[in-house]
């Protein structure tokens, strides 16, 4: 087949003068360098953007503080979710739009960007549209006591925090930027969204239908240019409230350093890893096969929940990676453009360079590439699907964050060796089990140290369940009712009477 032909409104959009927004409206920039946006599929570039600096950040934030404690402030908590619910629905008006802009700026398969960015998206808003109107504080009794019939009654409330900083990774450009919004507004806070400069150009357009939802200006806005030179202009701005940051372990620990700096600003990190999958040995060679490309292979495994290191029992893994590979070989690389595409690109070119110097480092280990391990031919930054054989538990594939199509597969002797191993990491984000013995699984859960723990899937993710990290994969939790309390402030109040 084919690619699918772009709709009009998006071909306008991409030929449009692309900056920022900025209290309800598009900005152009004050400084004049520009960045480009380029198609991971074809290495052209589609767009140029404004390259934001210190006048555009102070407009931003200045803009979401006026609207904190004006605009925003004055609109009830039920009408806030009605804001988020309309934008919900223009989600989906504009589906394909925004779903043909996020596979050209990040290599995502059409399918994905559909289904995951913008279904899941609009899933994810109607979930906090309900928490509007439901965050609350308690009643308290208290024992003072009374000298002259006086009487005390105390009570709590949330209080929004402020204006809150998101800065978005490119994997997932309008879900997690989604998650960081909607939070922020259903819990009275106003938002800065710093997307990454690799997929800068769908935040811009969600920011116009979230002011068409009827999101008053100021409330959400959008700044585009490089991470390392605003990141720290936000963070270090006197309205930041707190900053929400989906990325790697390195950048997250330099940004919740710098808030630190800034007077404790709020953080919440969400940092990736090193995550796990295990197969117990009554689980059928078929089904850790189908379990294996779940985990590790979707959107060519840029997921932050993703597995990148697979236990298998010593008895079963030569027939799972000749089935494996097969299965990966089979799979049809192409233009994410292209319905029946199975495996696109790798987001950007510098994650590109970076995988395929992985590659590098597995064969100085002496680690059998058991299938993939190059580049593809032609124009893109295309990477083979990829299974690797570990020597054992400290090879350099079993130990860093490779987040592209790459599995690490090691054979364990016994399970209290496999669950050492899976704990032997300063990571610990998610990790899935896969056994038809309930009972046995059950006991392996309060042993496994991951913010999330999969029985028998991975990478599913609902807005009810809070999601986080623990060890160096980060702090906080996003979505479930976990995510008032990192949103607002506890203040306790004492009335005597």
Known sequence: MTDITLLPQVTAFLDRQQGHYIHGQPVAGAGVERFAVVN?????????????????????????FGAFHGSWAQVSPLERGNCLTRLADLLQTHREELAQLESLCSGKTIQLSRGLEIDMASQFLRYFAGWSSKISGETLNVSLPSFQGEQYTAFTRREPLGVVVGIIPWNFSIMIAIWKLAAALTCGCTVVLKPSEYT????????????????????????????????????????CAKVTFTGSVPTGIAVGKAAMEQGIVRTTLELGGKNAAAF??????????????????????????????????????????????????????????????????LANEAHYRKVLALFDKARADGSQIVCGGQALAGPGFFVAPTAIRANGPHDALMREETFGPVGTFLAYEDEEQMIA??????????????????????????????????????????????????????????FGSAFIEHYTELKSVMVRY
């Open 40 to 64: 991971p599929a074809t290495g052209l570039t589609i767009a140029q953007v404004n390259e934001g600096g210190q006048v555009e950040v102070d407009a931003a934030m200045q803009a979401a």
């Open 200 to 239: 800068p150009l769908t935040m811009l357009r969600v920011a116009e239908l979230a002011t068409q939802a009827g999101i008053p200006a100021g409330a959400l806005n959008v700044i585009n240019g490089s991470g390392a030179r605003l990141g720290p202009m936000l963070i270090a701005h006197p309205r």
């Open 280 to 345: 117990l040995a009554d689980v059928s060679v078929d089904k850790m096969v189908d379990g294996i490309i779940e985990a590790g292979y979707l959107n060519q495994g840029q997921i932050c929940a993703a597995a990148e290191r697979f236990y298998l029992p010593a008895s079963h893994i030569d027939e799972v990676l000749a089935k494996l590979t097969q299965r990966l070989e089979a799979m049809k690389v192409g233009s994410p453009l292209d319905e029946t595409t199975e495996v696109g690109p």
């Open 421 to 478: 191993m899976i704990n032997d990491s300063p990571y610990g984000l998610a990790a899935s089990l896969w056994t038809n013995d309930l009972s046995k699984a059950m006991r392996m859960i309060p042993r496994i140290e991951v913010g999330t723990l999969w029985i028998n899937m991975h990478t599913f993710l609902d807005p009810a369940l809070p999601f986080g990290g623990v060890k160096s994969s980060g702090m906080g939790r996003e």
